[in-house]
């Protein structure tokens, strides 16, 4: 057991050092229509790639650098989102994260596009940017970028999930497709919950805790 444990560990050590030196590379085959027309995306890790075309992407276990992306030519919706761990005044590492971006753009075949920005290096300047992000995702080639904008969700991960990915396919432990089988009052209390406010939402939450 202590072998196997010692195993592990290791595989996890390489596979961190080795994200601090490689890029990991990602395909979307639902965006590519024909196999030789397709471009190439570059994220540095600061930045999670959510979703493109309201499919959400699941990224590789270990982080590079940066990711490459293969993605179908074409215009594409991308959604993304800045996260980093910054020091601050007191050299005590802390999360930084903005809310949901999102970016329409033309690519070209054969083309290489880049998420352009200033990365912050400290926390009080992570603050600072994700309040106003700006960022670019530019054709290397002809370097002109288009602006990343927010898309105005700020509210929890699961909620804007289900904002966004309503069309992407998922499906239930009855292979039926989500939201499918949904009754009436599930729906009315959904929809209740995204209208609320925090106070009404944390006296929901005890009520519910009293009431399993």
Not at 51 to 63: G, I, K, Y
């Amino acid at each position: 057991m202590k072998n196997w444990a010692n195993f592990v560990l290791s595989f996890i050590l390489v596979g961190l050092l080795a994200s601090c030196q490689t890029t990991r590379e990602l395909s979307l085959p639902h965006t590519i229509k024909e196999n030789s027309k397709v471009a190439i995306m570059m994220l540095p890790n600061s930045l999670d790639l959510i979703s493109v075309d309201n499919l959400e992407v699941s990224l590789p276990m270990f982080a590079g650098s940066m990711t490459t992306v293969t993605i179908g030519a074409g215009r594409h919706e991308i959604i993304l989102r800045y996260s980093d761990m910054l020091a601050d005044e007191y050299n005590e590492n802390r999360v930084v994260k903005s809310d949901y971006l999102s970016v329409v753009a033309d690519f070209n075949t054969g083309g290489r596009y880049l998420f352009d920005f200033k990365e912050p290096e400290t926390y009080e300047q992570g603050i600072k940017f994700v309040e106003n992000p700006v960022i670019s995702l530019v054709d290397s080639s002809t370097k002109v970028g288009v602006a990343v904008k927010p898309t105005g969700f700020t509210i929890g991960k699961t909620e804007i999930f289900g904002k966004l990915f309503a069309n992407s396919g998922c499906v239930d432990s009855e292979n039926v497709p989500c939201g499918k089988n949904e009754s009436a009052l599930l729906k009315d209390l959904k929809d209740r919950w995204s209208k609320a406010s925090p106070s009404e939402k944390d006296s929901f939450r005890e009520f519910i805790k009293g009431h399993p």
